[in-house]
């Protein structure tokens, strides 16, 4: 079975950038929290 190689390596980069753009964002909040 082989998988559509540039629509898994799409969705893998999709997922990938919201998970660091969550963790930016959870910085952020933390650090504007501690203020």
Known sequence: LAPNIPSVAAATMVFFMLFL????RDSVAAERAAC
């Open 21 to 24: 753009f969550m963790g930016a």
